[in-house]
């Protein structure tokens, strides 16, 4: 019984293995890759077994949803003409990488001779960018007890950066009751938004701030800024206030001193004013020496 069962079993693992020969078999050293900009990478696509000689290999890099070739008919074309190669069989070399390069990278086999004749690989690339310099915004003066923000952006990394605050080149905490330095400080730390914002200020919260954003490309920071927490002069602006009301009484009583002294009043006419009585045709009147008497120039004319 058991002698027969071993031509079978033989028969079986000759059939599998037929089978195994004449698949086209592809795998991936690493199907999710990273790289720093402008370094290198290899992207890995490993023929495990094939029948079929000079099969044919193609690349493409999708992107967005749409496919372009980056090796087809065994030379290298689209935007990495100049910066990859293949190494045999299929393993895909890119070099200076670039942020557009991330993308999706397809190793595709073709083996007419093979009874599964097709087959292929699905690579995720991910180039890293190193943050620049961030823009920094420090406002600089607070009064004290009033809220003051500072902010700081950088939009070139990738993956998106995170932030950090510096006063005097010593780290912020993320959170204040963890540092004695800044434990009754009153200021809430965003490292996704890198928005460091203080609801009351404080004369300790004077210094020179700068921001580090980070990822894990590297990292860059801003110059630093000053920012002054003062004391309001409470003092100087009831001084100021005063001032003003004494300057305003005065140009008041001066207008109504000028109002009583007739400066500006309109003109007034003096004396009497007579008004000679219109003249009838042809009469001319003279006024003599008696007021009220008087004779004709001319006689009238009827």
Request: charged share 25%; net charge neutral; aromatic share 10%.
């Amino acid at each position: 019984m058991a002698l027969t069962r071993l031509p079978c079993i033989l028969v079986l693992l000759s059939t599998h293995c037929y089978f195994i020969v004449l698949a086209v078999l592809l795998k991936t050293a690493n199907d999710a890759p990273w790289v720093n900009e402008f370094e290198s990478i290899e992207l890995s696509c490993l023929i495990e077994s094939i029948s079929t000689n000079n099969p044919r290999i193609e690349w493409k890099k999708i992107k967005h949803g749409e496919p372009s070739y980056v090796y087809y008919e065994k030379k290298i074309t689209g935007d990495l003409e100049k910066r990859a190669k293949i190494r045999e069989p299929a393993t895909l070399l890119i070099f200076n990488a670039t942020r557009s390069d991330s993308a999706s990278y397809r190793c595709e086999v073709t083996a007419p001779n093979d009874q599964k004749s097709f087959d292929e690989i699905l690579i995720n690339l991910v180039v890293r960018v190193k943050p620049v310099v961030p823009k920094c915004t420090v406002p600089k003066s607070v009064p004290v007890g009033k809220a003051g923000e500072l902010r700081c952006t950088e939009e070139e990394g990738f993956p998106r950066s995170h932030y950090q605050w510096f006063r005097n080149k010593e780290e912020i905490p993320y959170e204040p009751k963890t540092s004695l330095k800044f434990f009754n400080s009153s200021y809430v730390l965003n490292a996704e938004t890198g928005i460091l914002k203080f609801s009351a200020a404080r004369k300790d919260d004077s210094g020179e701030y700068f921001c580090r954003a980070k990822n894990d490309a590297g990292q860059s920071e801003c110059a630093p800024q000053k920012m002054e927490v003062y004391d309001v002069n409470i003092a100087g602006i009831v001084l100021g206030v005063l001032v003003v009301v004494v300057v305003l009484l005065c140009i008041t009583v001066g207008i109504c001193c000028a109002y009583k002294r007739g400066y500006f009043a309109s003109q007034k006419q003096t004396g009497n004013n007579y008004k000679a009585p219109a003249k009838g045709d042809g009469v001319d009147y003279v006024r003599t020496e008696d007021e009220g008497d008087f004779r004709h120039k001319s006689s009238f004319v009827i």
